[in-house]
């Protein structure tokens, strides 16, 4: 994939990014305005964006791949390299400031969340199984647990549903498999609930799961037939349009039979993921800035709350410097974004970079 063929995903991420934050800095300030709270919680479908995104560039690099036993290991090993490093800095950056607010006495019990089980889980990126650690070490990493379970499926998703590296399979045929993909995700999630006795809440095991969150693969698998293989007006609306038709009826359906308005409404941020994505691959030069912010968009997923929430909780809280409502919101955001972005900057050149590149090299010697 060239450069140019890039940025507009990269202005993508940049955008679900600059979501994310904005939920994060809405939590963080207190006296909102209810217009202004309400705008800043619809950031946390940024993630739903990210999904769809990281599932069309798996697409498109898949694209040649046959995915027998050396390019499979080689797509994995791709796959851990590109965001372990990072993920084990962040593991290692909120440990720390954890262990901090406890020396400060801010915490009666320092032994949640950080016991030994949820840390393991977390550094062999397996925390997605252990509703305890699903997002309980790094802020936010259960999308990264999310994201590590779709990796290991995708290679049959996309050999079996999609047809691999065939020519595009007709528009019913992918209609019919799409849907049987997301009414057997919405089965096995309601396994998973009857097994944990767990209600469906924002925010929660369910929520964060892989089975909850397909929906928004789905439309990276649908942006990718939309972006590469039907690329006219005609044929993208007759994809798009009955994909988000279904796709919302049987996620209404399922929201019905499972009581959770969640199921519908994360059917719809999909559904504008998708939508997100298809605009954007219309752009010829997608926004500069949220090209470069989108590049360092994981680093800045995975530091940002300690700007979003830590430091600006702290400074509001004991030096007074950020005032309440939307003036101390727009600050906020700013800040974090900034820093987060600099902040960025280094453990892209200190730890992504040299852990893709680590990867790289063990590809070579192994594959």
Known sequence: MSKEKLDYIDAIRGLAVILVIAVHVGQSIPNLPDTIKNI????????????????????????????????AIAFYLRRFFRIWPMYMIGIIIYFSIFRMKCNSNLYHDCQEPYIFENILSNIFLAHAFFPSANNAIVPGGWSIATEVVFYLLFPLIWTKIFGGKKEAISRFELLAKVALLQVGSYVVLNQIQTQLALDFKNNEFLYFSLPFQMIAFISGFIAYEIVKKRTDRTSIAMLALPYIAISCLISLVAGILLDSFLVPMLSLASAASLLTIIGFSKIKEPPKTLIKVGRYSYSMYIVHFIFATYATRWFYRHFNLIPDGVIGFIFSFIFTILFSYLLSLLTWKFVEKPGISAGRHLIKRLV
Request: proline share 0%.
């Open 40 to 71: 800043s919680k619809m950031g946390q479908f940024g993630v739903q964006i990210f999904f769809a995104a990281s599932a069309l560039t798996l697409c498109i690099s898949a694209s040649n791949e046959d995915f027998k036993l050396r390019s």
